[in-house]
């Protein structure tokens, strides 16, 4: 079961990252010229929707695990 | 001669050994592998700095690395101005040497088997003085009580104090994540590429075993390269940029002027001179 809980976490965190990813790509065919801002701000979005996947990788799964055994 | 091939491959996939059967494990940071391979880091930032200082001296810089660094100062710049505004350019050597540590280091994580950023302590260690950091100009610019009082939200009236505490009580906490967050970002994406890698190599030497025994076969590791240098560049240029955030967040000030002022030099004041003439 914890398994499937952390399978589930990471599914929310890839669609956000996606979605992020759609906006800024539609946004840059509306606007070529402001490629060079969307990146900038596309790839910060980007940290903090993967930081949530750090953390769930790195504290929570390993805190799950130990208590499950 | 195919041991040579084989120990610089995995060393260079960054993907640990494959221990007898064991499976793939990477390598755990020690005090000594940090220091040794921060000292590697530091080595090459210096190489670099000092090849680059020699081409100060050219009125139009021609020296590729001078013209790299100064890229990379013309954008750190440029975020500073902007986040922090005008004042920004104070916190700005604090930014580029965390960029420049920071990315160096991300650098020999891609082809060594541990490096100073893969290590949790070293990443708190450089949350923990940022974020020590702006505390210490929050502080400085609001007096210390008035540092904490912008941890306590709005003013409300006094019927509402123990929200006030609530609200105090979270902000400090989530002051403390910043800690969290900031370490736990680099490590993640560093650590996690050394685990990807170790992963790709053993699923490499399944499906092509060769020479037996321990079995390299094809280091699948290698292909992500790539993508891990992109996370090289990003997570570097994003400490700096929330360092500037979180000091933009405490030194606010009031009388700001215009922001986005692009810095005059001296043709701008010599066409203007010739022109109102």
Redesign the interface.
Known sequence: MTAIGIGIGILGVSIGLGMVGYAAMSAMARQPEAIGKLQTAM??A??FI??V???T???LAPALVAGAK | MYELFRTGTLLLAAGGENGGGHGAYHFEPTLVSTSFYFLVALVIVFVVLSLAKKGFKDQVFKNPFTCMLEQLYLFLENLAVGIIGPHGRKYLPFAMTFWLMIFFCNLVALVAPTAPTADLSFNLGMALISIGYVQWEGMKTNGVFGHFKHFAGPKLPFALIPISLMIFVIEIISEAMKNV?LS??I???I??GHRAAAAMNEIGSKMFPFAGGNATGIPFGYFLLPIKFLTCL??A??FS?LFMVYVSLVTSHEHEEEEGHPRHNEHDAEAVLAGSH
């Open positions: 790839l910060i980007l940290a993967e930081l996947f750090l953390l990788a790195f504290v | 967050s736990l970002r490590f993640g994406n650590d996690g990003v997570q240029m994003l940029l």
